[in-house]
């Protein structure tokens, strides 16, 4: 996403006045802009699909460092638990879920 916060800058009441072409406005630049309110800066209105590739984008680096970690972790010698200790897990959880159901 291109931003270029210091140009979409708008403040809420003109988007407030109309919502409707700055929203569609929004979505045809493809960038954010930047919702004022009494000079300072308030909110950031981002697209959908720039919001979408935020969201994708931080979820794969939250899984990158997750798989990291593990690697690490078995580099060091941590090797988890077994497959029986998983799946006892599991079968515990859902005799919990079905008992409270």
Same mark, same amino acid.
Do not use: C, I
């Given at each position: 996403?291109?931003?270029?916060?210091?140009?979409?800058?708008?403040?809420?009441?003109?988007? &407030?006045?109309?919502?409707?072409?700055?929203?569609?406005?929004? $979505?045809? $630049?493809?960038?954010?802009?930047?919702?004022?309110?009494?000079?300072? &800066?308030?909110?950031?209105?981002?697209?959908?699909?720039?919001?979408?590739?935020?969201?994708?984008?931080?979820?794969?680096?939250?899984?990158?460092?997750?798989?990291?970690?593990?690697?690490?972790?078995?580099?060091?010698?941590?090797?988890?638990?077994?497959?029986?200790?998983?799946?006892?897990?599991?079968?515990?959880?859902?005799? $919990?879920?079905?008992?409270? &159901?």
């Amino acid at each position: 996403m291109n931003m270029v916060l210091n140009a979409d800058v708008l403040s809420m009441t003109e988007f &407030a006045s109309d919502v409707r072409e700055y929203s569609a406005r929004l $979505k045809q $630049k493809g960038r954010a802009t930047v919702l004022t309110q009494d000079g300072e &800066a308030a909110a950031v209105l981002v697209p959908v699909e720039a919001y979408e590739k935020m969201a994708w984008e931080a979820h794969e680096h939250q899984m990158d460092q997750r798989l990291k970690a593990a690697v690490e972790g078995y580099a060091n010698g941590e090797r988890g638990s077994s497959a029986r200790e998983f799946f006892d897990s599991l079968y515990q959880e859902d005799d $919990k879920t079905a008992e409270s &159901a």
